[in-house]
């Protein structure tokens, strides 16, 4: 089987072009379980497949390290946009679908935009604390494509990876406050347009470089939480540790939804042959 490594900011990807070859959803599960186990395989946060798609220029499934499969992934959709400006699959300007919808990229090596269209605002929780572990945290929940909780750190010393690492896996199987489950991202503000975070994703349970959905959530959530008018386009910065994600905002005038855009740095790695002691 053939294979291509990207990464977007640190968060990195095996892609599989399924086009021809139409593995079914079972075994692109299985594929995805081996092949992203690290030091024991290639080693990735997950598995990004490409299909054709009607009308569009494909599609992109994602699967997660634990072989469930998401809706949608900020830096796998930029990582792959790049792949396929790449592979002449499509242009400058692309457009190609996910379960979450389909998604408008625009590529110019190495970085890649995303127009993640318009985020219902509604469905989300705002201004909400829970307690873990003897603190208190402020937190947000809103979708993305993907669901996610953004907890404030404030002052918070956020520096223990161990401990962001239980907290994150405790806060996504919390399946009392978050029904499928959910990421959760670490967020702490630096100023009016920059933010310090790192996310543990839901189907990695481990902290990644970066999370681009997560960014996305971060921006809105810190946006809505500043003060002054916030109709106008805004503009973010989110310092993830494997880079930094551009983050634009446009919300309508009730604040009930928002349009967005995801910026960032992508990287085509490695190309190659799987061989059999990659599935042992």
């Known amino acids: 089987m053939q294979f291509t490594k990207v990464h977007g900011n640190g968060n990195d990807f095996i892609v599989i072009d ?27 946060d997950g598995v990004l497949v490409v299909e054709d798609a009607e ?17 949608m992934c900020g830096n796998g959709a930029r990582a792959l946009a790049r792949y396929a400006f790449e592979k002449k699959m499509g242009g400058s300007d692309m457009c190609f679908t996910t379960l979450a919808g389909p998604i408008r990229a625009r590529v110019e090596p190495p970085c890649a935009e995303l127009d993640m269209g318009e985020l219902d605002l509604t469905r989300g929780s705002f201004g909400k604390t829970l307690s873990l572990h003897g603190v208190e945290f402020s937190y947000d929940f809103l979708t993305v494509g993907v669901p996610h909780c953004v907890l404030f750190v404030g002052d918070y010393d956020a520096t223990d990876a161990d401990l962001k690492v239980r907290i994150g896996r405790e806060v996504s199987h919390d399946f009392s406050l978050f029904p499928e489950g959910s990421n959760v991202s670490f967020a702490q503000v630096l100023s009016r347009s920059e933010i310090r975070a790192v996310t543990c994703e839901r189907g990695v349970d481990d902290l990644t470089e970066s999370c681009g959905t997560g960014c996305v959530a971060i921006a809105v959530a810190s946006a809505l939480r500043g003060e002054g008018a916030i109709s106008a386009p805004l503009a973010f910065r989110v310092h993830n540790p494997g880079g930094t994600n551009e983050v634009r905002l446009n919300f309508s005038p009730d604040k009930t939804s928002c349009r967005a855009w995801l910026k960032g740095r992508t990287a085509i790695v490695a190309e190659g042959e799987i061989f059999e002691d990659a599935w042992l």
């Not at 399924?18 to 990735?44: M, Q």
């Not at 009308?55 to 809706?71: K, P, W």
């Open 18 to 44: 399924n086009r021809k070859t139409r593995h079914t959803t079972e075994e692109l599960s299985r594929f995805a379980r081996l092949l992203c186990r690290r030091k024991f395989s290639i080693g990735a």
């Open 55 to 71: 009308g569009l220029d494909f599609t992109m499934r994602i699967f997660n390290a634990d072989g469930s499969e998401g809706e």
